[in-house]
């Protein structure tokens, strides 16, 4: 795979003349509990959406990296902050793209390449159809935490609250823009429910401040 990526961002730079933005769009959802899903199903739900965004990232770096320029959009999700019962293979690979891409952004500033981790609420797309989401055999004992997800999904499915047309002119303003931020969330669900979790992080991480006293000076 490696390999292909390189390939591919080898041959659209000679066709182009130089590839100035990359979207890393490369994804899918995998519903399903921690103890139904296949080490198979694991692998493969991390080798699309991490190990993807990845490849392709190394791939176009050494580019931008000689022009010292160049724009990464990374494709994480409002799961990417805030996990989902029934999807923490999903989850996982959100979380792991973001504490990447977080890390690339500082490493590549001073070389004028720039990062923007774009956070998409529900937007009124097909991933959520039967034809992209994938989804494994219930079992009995997961039904009041993943199954209630599973039927939160089903009814999202084609009414999702997000408009992708305008989802897709604020992710070209991110890329056009002078000032990217590093992070953009899509959708007043991304929004309220990142700030949501953020807020509860926080009195999560005052509750437990006298029980990670750990430094030699604290005691």
């Known amino acids: 795979m490696p390999k292909k990526a390189r390939a591919v961002v080898q041959q659209t730079e000679q066709d182009t003349g130089g590839v100035d933005v990359v979207v890393n769009n490369a994804g899918y959802g995998h519903v399903g509990a921690v103890e139904e899903l296949t080490d198979d199903e694991l692998r493969r739900q991390l080798e699309v959406n991490l190990y993807g965004v990845i490849n392709v990232t190394r791939a176009a770096l050494p ?53 923007t981790i774009v956070e998409p609420g529900p937007h009124r797309t097909s991933f959520a159809s039967a034809g992209s989401m994938r989804s494994t055999e219930p079992m009995p004992a997961y039904a009041e935490s993943v199954g209630e997800v599973r039927q939160l999904l089903a ?62 000076s604290s005691t």
């Open 63 to 115: 580019y931008f990296r000689i022009r010292r320029s160049g724009r990464f959009l990374q494709m994480s999700s409002l799961n990417g902050i805030e996990a989902l019962p029934g999807g923490a293979y999903n989850t996982a690979s959100k979380f792991a793209v973001e504490g990447f891409s977080e890390a690339l952004a500082a490493e590549v500033a001073h070389l004028g390449i720039g990062v």
């Open 155 to 216: 009814q999202l499915d084609g009414n999702q609250p997000g408009d992708p047309v305008r989802a897709a002119h604020a992710i070209i303003d991110a890329a056009t823009s002078d000032d990217p931020p590093l992070r953009l969330p899509l959708g007043s669900m991304a929004y309220d429910h990142i700030r949501a979790r953020l807020h509860q992080r926080i009195d999560e991480l005052e509750a437990v401040a006298t029980r990670g006293a750990t430094d030699f």
